[in-house]
């Protein structure tokens, strides 16, 4: 038994890992909203950042990223900018070759 756990492991530690990078970018359209917050309009802004994926099976990979997003508010002349760096970190299951479906946590 203990040789078979073994030489699972072995096998499955000597599969080369395919790592790919990338860019996402995007634009937002952000409001506020609540129990006080009356009359704001979405405010239009953007989102980018950097990706990497690091296959280790053909269905699944693991996606780190670090995300820059522009959101806010607009009332009367005012406009209310948040911004926000997040980190996610998704695991993916890929369904076929085009189509993947992403699932995790993300700090920011």
């Known amino acids: ?13 000597v599969k080369a890992q395919t790592i790919s ?9 952000a409001s506020l909203s609540g129990d006080d917050v009356e009359d704001l309009d979405a405010r239009t802004s953007f989102h980018l950042g950097l990706m990497a ?4 099976s053909d269905k699944f990979a693991i996606q780190p990223e670090i995300l820059y997003s522009s959101q806010g508010a607009k009332v009367d002349d005012m406009t209310l900018k948040l911004d926000y760096l ?5 695991l993916k299951y890929y369904v076929t070759n085009e189509i993947s479906l992403e699932a995790g946590p993300q700090e920011w």
């Open 21 to 29: 990078l990338g860019a996402k970018a995007g634009v937002n359209f």
């Open 86 to 90: 997040t980190i996610p970190v998704m």
């Open 53 to 56: 994926e690091a296959r280790f």
């Open 1 to 13: 038994m203990i040789i078979a756990v073994v030489a699972f492991l072995s096998t499955t530690a």
